[in-house]
């Protein structure tokens, strides 16, 4: 039962990835982040997690380098507070 529930928990954390690589593909970019944020927050160290973080990390790059520097920053400071709860 509990290795069904994790192979479970695996599908369901690699579904909300390939979901949030989706919308970040079709430009819906916040709600990406939104679902990345999720993903990390509630799975820090799983491979979806790590990957959540190399996505948003990307994103905020890329907003940086379009001059969206706000967003960026905004970004950098949601990432820092799930990396780091408590310390925001």
Do not use: N
């Not at 979901?19 to 079709?26: F, G, T, V």
């Not at 709600?31 to 990957?51: K, R, T, V």
């Not at 907003?63 to 970004?75: I, M």
Request: proline residues 3%; aromatic residues 6%; glycine residues 10%.
């Amino acid at each position: 039962m509990e290795d069904t529930l994790r192979r479970a928990e695996a599908s369901h954390r690699a579904h909300l990835l390939r979901y949030a690589q989706e919308l970040e593909e079709k430009g819906a970019s916040l709600e990406a982040m939104d679902l990345y944020l999720q993903l990390l927050q509630g799975f820090p160290e799983s491979p979806e997690g790590a990957g959540a973080r190399e996505k948003l990390l990307a994103l905020a790059q890329r907003w940086e380098a379009q001059g969206r520097v706000y967003s960026a920053l905004h970004l950098l400071k949601r990432l820092g507070e799930v990396l780091q709860p408590g310390e925001g």
